[in-house]
């Protein structure tokens, strides 16, 4: 099996039996799914978010639970820039109703250089990922492949999409994995 196979799977699965939301078909997207904000539900106790003062979160439809709860406990917030790669936006004391699009960040950020940042925690999405934190993204956009923060790797998945141990090489290796069920820490 290749990446592009496992993808494609999961992608076919989550949209045969109804399982993705916005944005549809879930093709071409780390995937939001049913159960989503569930599964965040189970990240956002977790200590590692709790005690996270400065998080880098992609722009992922699925991840905007845990972007609204992070402005809404008052932590800061670094996003990629919506149309410049390797570029970030720092969002802070933003109150998370102004953010009505995720693609406006900009508006309301300053642009920093993540080597600079103390960041606490990062929230990815995800196309596949296994019991041993083995992760695959949709093959393109953020995270980027030479991303490296010293800070876990967080991530929401469908059960579906959680593998004992993944068909592929993991792209990365994540710290936390949510499903709408368990926590998940490999």
């Known amino acids: 099996m290749t990446l592009g196979q496992l993808r494609e799977e999961i992608w076919n699965t989550l949209a045969r039996y109804d399982l993705a939301l916005h944005p549809t078909p879930p093709h071409g997207h780390h995937p939001n799914f049913l159960g989503a904000r569930k599964a965040a539900g189970l990240l956002l106790r977790t200590p590692e978010f709790q005690r996270a003062r400065l998080i880098l979160a992609g722009m992922d439809a699925v991840l905007k639970p845990l972007r ?42 300053v642009k920093v250089d993540l080597k600079d940042q103390p960041i606490d925690l990062v929230l990815i999405g995800a196309v596949a990922v296994d019991e041993e934190g083995g992760w695959v993204g949709k093959g393109y956009g953020f995270p980027q492949a030479w991303l490296a923060v010293e800070a876990p790797f967080a991530t929401l998945a469908h059960a579906l999409m ?25």
């Open 68 to 109: 609204e709860e992070a402005l809404k406990a008052g932590k800061a917030l670094i996003l990629p820039h919506p149309d410049r790669p390797g570029e970030f936006v720092l969002l802070k004391d933003l109150d998370a109703r102004r953010l009505k699009r995720v693609r406006e960040a900009y508006r309301y950020g």
């Open 162 to 186: 959680v593998y004992p141990k993944l068909p592929v090489e993991p792209e990365r290796r994540v710290d936390l994995i949510a499903t709408p069920t368990r926590l998940i820490r490999p």
